[in-house]
């Protein structure tokens, strides 16, 4: 790109941009700018601080706020879509298309706002979230699991993907096809990048984690040969089908861990030392030619949420198979 900013964007080709989102350090989260002739979207929005970062790039774009005809979150954990409201403010003729069972959510978030300080405790929510803005239900379409929206010369497909989250969609657009994954088929950081490709890393954060769902959509995505995968964690990766066997292999992995760990006292500081553990020689026969201690540095975050929602479904599984 031409245009100089202040933080990450990197175009590819078919009309894609990803933006860094600024949620974490750098380049840990991606909202998308799908560009057609007439019309554009954006897919994930990141927090409230987001909505600057993608008014600036679509204005440097050439795009009117009138322009984006949709909005599209993949679930709305809020580093995916805790920024909708702000921005949904700006853009006068935008369309929220949301999952059935994350919409009542973007109407009212005040349950999705309690659950996210739960986790995280009131002053890093209000550091990195900040007041969630419902959207009025007349300006949101909820898309259950086939249907298809239009953008230019664009299908976009969605398609339900539980496992992460039961809330969960990817988007598959006909004209790269490619698959807007959100997380379900894990994170993977240009950083840890080598001559054997991506490093892919499953996200199990909570509450929803579900092993053999999770793999269930990891198959169906792959078994559709997509050409890439634009992650929110982060950009655009090839390779699908060694991705996706890296990918069940890790989810068997954790959850293998998890099992072994179950009823252990200190059950939290030994699945995370094992998934770290397992992390390390994951890093060393991937080539990644960084320090271990950075490496690990850049992944902690990820580890502790990871392990969070481990033990959550350690503890409700059984309800839910109910």
């Not at 979150?73 to 949301?98: E, K, R």
């Amino acid at each position: 790109m031409t245009q100089s900013f202040a933080f990450n964007v990197s175009e590819y080709d078919g009309g894609v941009l990803a933006i860094n989102s600024g949620f974490g350090r750098g380049d840990m989260a991606a909202c998308y700018l799908m560009e057609t002739e007439s019309d554009v979207a954006f897919i994930e929005v990141g927090c409230n601080s987001s909505t600057p970062r993608l008014m600036q790039v679509l204005s440097s774009r050439g795009w009117q706020p009138e322009d984006v005809r949709y909005v599209i979150v993949t679930h709305v954990h809020l580093d995916h879509a805790g920024g909708a409201g702000s921005l949904m403010q700006l853009l006068p003729n935008a369309t929220l298309l949301v999952h059935p069972r994350g919409a009542r959510h973007m109407i009212d978030p005040s349950r999705l706002e309690a659950g996210a300080r739960a986790v995280y405790g009131d002053r890093l929510y209000d550091k990195t979230y900040g007041k969630l803005i419902p959207i009025a239900e007349g300006r949101m379409q909820i898309m259950e699991d086939g249907d298809t929206a239009k953008l230019g010369n664009r299908n976009l497909k969605f398609t339900d993907t539980p496992g992460h989250a039961r809330h969960h969609f990817c988007v598959h657009d006909s004209l790269t096809n490619s698959w807007f994954t959100g997380d379900t088929f894990g994170l993977s950081y240009r950083i840890f990048d080598t001559h054997k490709g991506a490093f892919l890393i499953p996200t199990t954060t909570p509450i929803q984690f579900d092993p053999e769902a999770l793999k269930k959509s990891v198959k169906m995505l792959s078994d559709s040969r997509p050409e890439y995968l634009y992650l929110t964690h982060y950009g655009r990766v090839g390779n699908v089908q060694q991705l996706a066997t890296q990918m069940i292999h890790g989810v068997d992995t954790f959850a293998e861990i998890g099992e072994h760990y179950k009823d252990a006292p200190g059950r939290t500081d030994k699945i995370e030392a094992a998934m770290t553990q397992w992390l390390k020689r994951g890093l060393n026969e991937h080539g990644v030619n960084l320090p271990v201690e950075q490496s690990l540095k850049i992944l902690r975050f990820d580890v502790v949420l990871n392990t969070q929602g481990i033990e959550f479904w350690l503890d409700h599984r059984h309800r839910w198979s109910q």
